[in-house]
């Protein structure tokens, strides 16, 4: 597998995570079973998968060391200096530390007494330049501040990483602010926050330069980092940022959905398969009987085993979970690993609503022959041969399986129809065969969207079509043409999912075209489809395409794609030109009626 390179705001949210890791660990001292740093991080929404999959990814961070989890920094800090190992830890941990936890974290690393190692900590968070103290009892490292005092100021923003656009970009966001104010430093950070703090401070530096050179020096690297870091409700991020502390539920958020894909770096055991014994089976069915919504076999094999995504058998372990209780009273398996009592399963799923039903329509001309009639291949136009079975041409009973490719995709590209909008339903027939687990037949699927919004979907593989879109469907404006991704994830039955911000080009119809759809469905009782489709084609005097063609026409009455490329082969009133493939209509050609030549390939 290949190893994960994270984006920045990944990597950004991935160690604010690890801090909140490397927390809990300094006050366990140690930890034996992962789920004691789990429990702790419960609330802060950091479970024991993501747990696994954080401490196991950063070896820089963190330690496997006789068969316990410890920082990093105890393995490296032994028989060195103190003033380099603090200076270790604090790195490490990316942030202002707590003197109390500090000097803890420190004696575990030394030789020395408790009494002595503190006396020597704190000497030397008072004396050396390199450490800096706030208000808060906290430590920091001088290198987060800008640093700078009389330097030339291109020379000063280069020394500390800094652009002359971003501290232009300061100014004109504070605008006229008094740099001098006794509370200057917390009143910008909760403006601009989030920034990045050393940007601040050139500004800062260079707003307080004394006008004459003789004057004293008035920014100060060290007081501006004190102020800096006690400000109320803001955090200090890897990369030297300061964010209100809001961000963290969305960095956590980021950090777990991050640790689905990140790649063990330690190895912390060889394992076998667990055997799931009788009694551990009775309290699964317990658990899945007394929940009112499904359970996850993952979720079970944490509680009950303490076993991971992360782990070496977990897919082993996982089906063996699972095949201990498929059967048992009461219980039903929803695909994936999803397990649910009888009953949950939403009413109405094995139906397939009316409103995919194709009606055949009747309708003779002056000859008393059938005005709408489906051709069989050979009857087709050519091109329209292999497009009556494009994802997008297809729909619910009307569909061919679309072959699975050599490598499958972990992510499809999909478009929603109106009439599927407006069901909250979609068709199976976009996605490739196989791209889902082939049993059972009705599923419960979790999407998530980009923020973190989670919608349970059910499929039906009997009907090919999905249920309970609803919600995210009447949010979406466009009604035939929207464009979405569905990802998968390494959990069982669960995907990402996130709009495009452009339509379809083909298949994507503006309000103004519906209405006049809408307008022609209206009026089309008792009408051929032939009939409707010459209304319909009307207007494109420029020609069009035949899947955009086949959208609009579903707009006005529900047919098969083989219908439309049936009437658009076989009446002479449309055409193609040389070298093009949209279609046109001549009005005048109308009362030509149906080519004969066409008649045989008549389907019966």
């Known amino acids: 597998m290949a190893t994960v390179t994270p984006k920045i705001e990944e990597t950004i949210a991935r160690d604010f995570a690890d801090r909140l890791l490397l927390e809990k660990l300094f006050e366990l001292d140690e930890v034996v079973k992962l789920s004691e740093l789990a429990d702790r991080l419960t609330d802060q929404g950091i479970g024991l998968s993501a747990v696994r999959s954080l401490l196991t990814s950063n070896p820089e961070r963190f330690a496997f060391h006789e068969r316990r989890w410890i920082p990093a920094t105890r393995l490296t800090g032994k028989e060195r200096p103190m003033a380099s190992v603090v200076e270790e830890i604090l790195f490490a941990f990316g942030g202002p530390m707590p003197i109390e936890t500090l000097v803890k974290e420190v004696d575990r690393t030394s030789s020395a007494s408790f009494e002595e190692c503190e006396a020597t900590v704190l000497r030397l968070l008072n004396r ?29 923003l280069a020394l500390n990483e800094v652009t002359p656009e971003e501290v ?58 004190q102020q800096a870091m006690i400000v109320p409700g803001t955090v200090f991020l890897t990369g030297g940022i300061i964010a209100k502390q809001e961000e963290s539920k969305k960095l956590v958020a980021a950090a777990v959905k991050l640790s689905d894909k990140l790649v063990s770096t330690i190895e912390i055991e060889d394992a076998q398969p667990i055997e799931v014994k009788p009694e551990d089976v009775k309290t699964i069915v317990q658990k899945v009987l007394s929940a009112d919504k499904s359970v996850t076999g993952t979720a079970l094999l944490e509680e009950l085993y303490e076993i991971t995504s992360g782990s070496k058998t977990f897919r082993d372990d996982l ?7 498929k059967g048992e009273q009461g219980i039903v398996w929803v695909g994936g690993d999803r397990l649910q009592k009888v009953g949950l399963i ?25 005005v709408d009639v489906e051709l069989t291949d050979e009857g087709l136009n050519t091109t329209l041969r292999k497009l009556i ?50 049993s059972p037949n009705l599923q419960e699927l979790v999407v998530i ?24 469907w009447l949010d979406q404006p466009i009604e035939n ?18 709009w495009h911000e452009q339509p379809d080009s083909v298949v994507y119809i503006n309000k103004q075209r519906m209405e006049v759809l809408r307008d022609i469905a209206a009026n089309g009782e008792g009408k051929s489809c032939f009939t409707l489709m010459t209304e319909v084609i009307q207007p494109w005097t420029k020609g069009v395409d035949f899947l955009t063609l086949l959208a609009e026409m579903n707009v006005v009455r529900r047919v098969r794609s083989r219908l439309v490329a049936s009437l658009l082969s076989s009446y002479e009133c449309f055409y193609q030109r040389q070298n093009s493939s949209v279609w046109h209509f001549d009005a005048k050609k109308v009362e030509n009626g149906f080519t004969k030549a066409k008649k045989k390939f008549i389907k019966k």
């Open 449 to 472: 969207d980009p923020a973190g919004n989670e919608l349970n979907i059910w499929m039906n593989l009997k009907d090919r079509i999905m249920y309970n879109w609803i919600d995210w």
């Open 168 to 225: 232009d970009e300061i100014e004109k966001a504070l605008g006229s602010f008094d740099a001098h104010a006794p509370n200057a430093v917390e009143t910008a950070i909760k403006k601009l926050a989030p920034v990045r703090l050393k940007a601040l401070g050139a500004y800062f530096w260079k707003a307080l330069a004394p006008a004459e050179l003789h004057l004293p020096l008035v920014y100060n690297s060290r007081t501006f980092l």
């Open 319 to 325: 089906q063996n979970l699972l095949n201990s209780v």
């Open 481 to 498: 043409g929207a464009v979405f991704n569905l990802t998968k994830t390494k959990r069982p039955n669960v995907f990402e999912f996130s």
């Open 128 to 156: 050396m330049p390199i450490f800096v103290l706030d208000a808060n009892e906290k430590a920091s490292l001088l290198t987060w501040s800008f640093v700078a005092s009389d330097e030339v100021y291109l020379r000063g």
């Open 346 to 370: 939403p009413e109405g799923l094995d139906q397939l609503p009316e409103a995919f039903s194709y009606e055949d329509y009747s309708h003779f001309d002056d000859d008393d022959e059938p």
């Open 389 to 438: 079975n494009h994802p997008l041409a297809t729909d619910v009973q009307d569909e061919v399986l679309i072959p699975a490719p050599k490598v499958m995709p972990e992510t499809q590209r999909l478009v929603l129809k109106a009439i599927h909008r407006d069901l909250g339903t979609f068709p199976l027939c976009q996605f490739y065969d196989g791209w889902f687990d082939s």
